[in-house]
């Protein structure tokens, strides 16, 4: 009897669409608005070479003037500045002797699809915090930080008061702070607070607020001891581009050992909005979450308030 083995149901021309597209579909980071995906870094994250520059124009500056009729206006220019972003190249391979024959009661692109999906969006997620974690090493963004940990009492943990202080570190731009992402110990104190407000805007999703911002629980946040680090975004606060790999889905077959083998390799930019990556420090082709988490890697550009993140270190009560 012929078995049903995964060459036989994966389609790459299908499956690869359908991946990314689960991927976005199951991070919470994308669906709050947090990570944004646009059509010019996917074309960017495409078009070769290992960091991806993006050129900006830099606000305009200087005093106005008195308008006379003797003396004419002095023009001024407008200068140009570059964002660098670093473009990623992963790829993970599964092997096994029955999954495609244990899925195929269903439809089983669909649920490989939607297994590796999920691998994915996981994956994604980790490396963003080890790029957050890069970023307020730089010493570049210090504006954007606030640790109240070495305070005593409740001045020292998450708390209305404290929240407001970490959310105006943007000044007069604080109405950009859209969601935060928090440790589930975190979560937990903040619901022992009651202050916090669920929604249900369909029957399906449920979606937790703090002072009028979109909470995401992962445990990825960073814990040292007894301190936790909250991360504050703005919409659109990380830029994200699927590339494409030069093989992107591929199906093998060990005879021999009876093994299915699947693999799958992935080329994306996952980028904070004006923070360049600077390649101080990295050893390969494409950096490892290592190599992201290394302060000398990142660079602010943009002026501080554009950079809609903020990182807030606090203990819990």
Known sequence: MATTRIADVIVPEVFNPYVIQRTAELSALVQSGIISNDQQLDALASAGGKLINMPYWNDLTGDDEVLSD???????KITASQDVAALFMRGKAWSTNDLAKALAGSDPMMAIGDLVAEYWSRRRQALLFAILKGVFASGTL????LDVSALTGDAATITGNTFIDAVTKLGDAAGKVSAFAVHSAVYAELKKQNL????KPSENIEIDSYMGKRIIVDDTCPVATDVYTTYLF???AIGLGNGAAPTPTETDRDSLAGDDILINRQHFVLHPRGVKF????VAGPSPTNAEAETGTNWSRVYDPKNIRIIEFKH???
């Open 278 to 281: 600077t390649s101080a420090s």
């Open 142 to 145: 210090a504006s954007n930080q």
């Open 196 to 199: 916090i407000t669920t929604i």
């Open 234 to 236: 703005g919409e659109g």
């Open 315 to 317: 203990k819990i009560g």
């Open 70 to 76: 003797s003396a004419a206006l002095t023009p001024e």
